[in-house]
């Protein structure tokens, strides 16, 4: 795609799919013989959980919520609003958290908290990416894709203005465009 806004490129297709199949075997071989859930966090990780429950040899199911927080747009305040809630009880199961991207944390602290709340068997979390440098508050990510740079990612799941899903990679937004 030539497109001036996408700048260096972050983590290339391959990568993302040999990490992809690699985090689907670990998860595998953890959840063997259990009942697990993956709760992927609309809309970002959409594409990370097709592609990871595909690489998977455990039976599973998947449910999805949508959550808005609040803040700047490249600033989250910690305060978060649910759009779409779980379609099914958690209570007893086995959940995996699927994220596209950890950046402050403070999304992700609240949704496990919610999450602890409703007495899963156990909880763990899987992000494709994280931005350690970025982190505000600490987290238990028990799977990690990548750890990337301080940068606006876009591409696989990630988006500016909605755009730029699409990529099979995960590149930077060129920095005159955000």
């Known amino acids: 795609m030539?497109?001036?806004a996408i700048g260096e490129v972050l983590v290339p297709a391959e990568d993302v799919q040999?990490?992809?199949a690699e985090l689907g075997a670990e998860i595998s071989r953890d959840y063997e013989g259990r009942d697990l859930v993956?709760?992927?966090?609309?809309?970002?990780?959409?594409l990370f959980l097709a592609d990871l429950m595909r690489s998977l040899t455990v039976p599973c199911e998947i449910d999805f919520m949508a959550v808005s927080s609040y803040g700047s747009s490249t600033d989250s305040s910690g305060v978060v609003r649910i759009l779409k809630d779980l379609d099914a009880p958690i209570e007893g199961r086995d959940v995996v958290l699927v994220e596209d991207i950890v950046d402050s944390g403070l999304t992700l602290h609240y949704l496990l908290r919610?999450?602890?709340a409703r007495n899963p068997r156990s909880l763990e979390v899987c992000a494709l990416l994280t931005k350690p440098e970025r982190r505000r508050v600490e987290l238990p990510i028990r799977y990690v894709g990548f750890e990337i740079p301080n940068r606006f990612a876009i591409g696989y799941g990630l988006d500016h203005a909605q755009?730029?899903?699409n990529l099979g990679y995960?590149?930077?937004l060129a920095e005159d465009r955000r």
């Open 170 to 172: 995960v590149a930077a």
């Open 114 to 116: 919610n999450l602890s």
């Open 163 to 165: 755009r730029y899903r």
């Open 18 to 20: 040999r990490r992809v």
């Open 2 to 4: 030539d497109d001036p």
């Open 38 to 46: 993956m709760i992927g966090v609309l809309k970002g990780a959409v």
